[in-house]
């Protein structure tokens, strides 16, 4: 079984200020751990995923995420805030299945990011 | 490429009636999902399908049913709904681990 936690359902920063959100994340197989962000409105778009290459992943939009195995976690970070980053941003896992073309996943309930000018 | 399209964008229902929720991408994935999001609670998997010709219960697929048409196209049918089923829909599909979402359906069931 997965599951993914996000501690924080709102989080406020500063434009230029360092952005953390975090995600934990439970799974008793390798995981795959993702990255998605919504603005209002629309679909999910992929900001950046893990799949057991390197353990610091740069994204788009100059977020990045660091694997931690030892801390089970995969917190997005991005050193500036802009205005534009507001969104809702979702961490979610799928189970490393070994290359094969689908894997199911499970979401965080989401972390809201306003930005204050 | 479109990618992932979803029909309607908005619907109103009311308890009892059906509808059927439209999906179809043009990106040749083998794999397409259905999802509902509700405030609070992140995205929820519905009903999956691995393949043309293969479907399977996601988390939560209590008073939905799916139908994988063809390779491109896979819906997702409320035959009788209720207000429970109040939610922003999302259709997505996946290659190598990667899913692409559609721009989600607004359903309202009073």
């Known amino acids: 079984a997965q599951s993914v936690t996000q501690l924080g359902s709102h989080v406020s920063v500063s434009e230029g200020a360092l952005v953390l959100l975090r995600c934990n994340y439970s799974s008793s197989v390798p995981p795959y751990l993702f990255w998605y962000v919504q603005y209002p409105n629309q679909g999910l778009q992929l900001l950046l995923k893990y799949t057991s290459a390197a353990t610091l992943v740069k994204g788009i939009n100059g977020f990045e995420a660091e694997f931690k195995k030892s801390e089970t976690s995969f917190h997005l970070t991005k050193p500036s805030a802009h205005m534009s980053d507001a969104a809702e941003y979702f961490c979610a896992v799928s189970r490393n299945a070994g290359g094969t073309s689908y894997g199911k996943l499970t979401f965080g309930q989401g972390t809201i990011l306003t930005v204050h000018p | 490429n479109a990618g992932v399209t979803q029909t309607p964008k908005f619907q109103v229902l009311k308890t009892g009636q059906s509808m059927t929720l439209q999906c179809a991408q043009d990106m040749n994935h083998n794999s397409m999902y259905w999802y509902r999001q509700d405030p609070g609670m992140g995205l929820r998997l519905i009903y999956y399908s691995a393949s043309e010709g293969t479907t399977d219960k996601g988390e939560v697929p209590n008073g939905y049913n799916v139908s994988r048409l063809n390779k491109r196209e896979f819906s997702l049918r409320l035959e009788s709904a209720a207000p429970s089923q109040t939610s922003v829909y999302f259709c997505?599909?996946?290659?190598?681990?990667?899913?692409?979402f559609g721009p989600g359906t607004r359903l309202t069931v009073l």
């Open positions: 997505a599909s996946s290659q190598h681990n990667e899913q692409f």
